[in-house]
């Protein structure tokens, strides 16, 4: 059985692309409608394409110019400035708080291309998906991870 992160293949929170945009891209979608995150985006003017492996897929949020935030899946028009990329479970358990993104970043399971102005600007725009993305993909014990034994634990 091949690892994916510290959970085998078996286990992996997405299984394609789809699963994927049903997971992380809806609660980006949220949050980028979200009209008390508006000046957030806003203000970073720029537009991030998140590449994920192992599904491939690619989300890709933007907002220029005081243009309304955009977010879309898979192939786009929008021209990225910052690219982050990583494996989808890295991305899964980073959304679960139980890896840090600059840590990630410094052990090479993330990386960010970009000016570096940009990259600092998007990085904290999405700390208010975890708690949104946690109760999507909580059961019922509320654990909000794939591994009900263990609660989340940022800076992994």
């Known amino acids: 059985m091949v690892a994916v992160?510290?959970?085998p293949r078996a286990l992996s929170a997405f299984t394609s692309a789809q699963d994927?945009?049903?997971g992380?891209?809806?609660?980006?979608?949220?949050?980028?409608?979200?009209?008390?995150?508006q000046p957030v985006f806003h203000e970073a003017d720029t537009c991030v394409r998140y590449?994920?492996?192992?599904?491939?897929a690619a989300i890709t949020v933007g907002s220029r110019g005081g243009e309304p935030v955009r977010v879309?899946?898979?192939?786009?028009?929008q021209d990225p400035e910052v690219v982050i990329t990583m494996d989808a479970e890295t991305a899964h358990r980073y959304l679960l708080g139980e890896v840090d993104m600059?840590?990630?970043?410094a052990r090479g399971q993330m990386t960010a291309e970009g000016p570096v102005t940009k990259i600092l600007a998007v990085l904290p725009i999405f700390e208010p998906l975890l708690p949104r993305y946690r109760a999507?993909?909580?059961?019922?014990?509320?654990?909000?991870?794939a591994r009900s034994d263990e609660a989340p634990r940022p800076g992994l």
């Open 24 to 37: 992380i891209g809806r609660v980006i979608q949220e949050l980028a409608a979200d009209p008390a995150l």
């Open 51 to 56: 590449e994920l492996h192992d599904p491939d």
């Open 102 to 105: 600059t840590v990630a970043l």
């Open 72 to 77: 879309d899946f898979g192939e786009t028009d």
């Open 5 to 7: 992160g510290n959970l």
């Open 20 to 22: 994927i945009y049903d």
């Open 136 to 145: 999507l993909v909580s059961g019922p014990n509320g654990a909000g991870s």
